[in-house]
């Protein structure tokens, strides 16, 4: 019995997807990134109370599903990619502080990334719904999903926490 031919196309894909996969993936040993579980701190917070309904009021629709669902916007719509100025960046959902200005970069990723946070700002946990394992962060004190911390940014940290635009608010200096 012989073995039907692969096509090479199907090669071509699967070898593609498996590229991007790899590029979205964390960096080696980016599953031994721990942090400090701040979200004790927080624990009687009244935004840990929020309802469903109530997040959906306060938040728009693509908010809603990055922040509490634990989705993705698509990269380059945020208009907080071109911002430059001096400022904080704080959870749309809640108003915590979680990033400053200085620790911005342009990653070229098309979303707002950073080398650092603000200490005690952001709780982290595994995500395991891709092929390899990365480190989502949420906000600590209302646990809206924020984005991923990978090991491929700038020094002095060589962090890249990739946000979503649509959770962040910038608030100028």
């Known amino acids: 019995m012989t073995r039907p031919e692969m096509p090479r196309r199907f090669f071509l894909v699967s070898g593609t997807a498996m590229l ?20 004790a ?18 938040l728009s629709p693509d908010a809603f599903r990055v922040m509490r669902k634990e989705g993705t916007e698509r990269r380059f719509t945020s208009p907080l990619n071109a911002e430059s100025r001096k400022g904080t960046y704080a959870c749309k959902g809640c108003g915590l502080a979680l990033f400053n200005s200085d620790a911005k970069f342009d990653s070229g990723t ?28 949420h906000c600590a004190r209302c646990l809206s999903h924020q984005g991923h911390v990978f090991e491929d940014g700038p ?3 060589g962090l890249r926490y990739c946000n979503n635009g649509v959770a962040l608010d910038f608030v100028p200096a």
């Open 110 to 137: 098309g979303w707002p990334s950073f080398y650092d946070h603000i200490p005690g700002a952001l709780a982290t946990k595994p995500d395991r719904k891709l092929l390899v394992v990365r480190t989502e962060y």
């Open 41 to 58: 701190r927080f624990a009687d917070s009244k935004w840990r109370e929020l309802t469903e309904a109530e997040w959906r009021e306060r």
């Open 20 to 39: 991007a996969l790899a590029a979205c993936g964390p960096a080696k040993g980016e599953q031994d990134i721990v942090e400090e579980d701040t979200t």
């Open 155 to 157: 020094p002095p940290t």
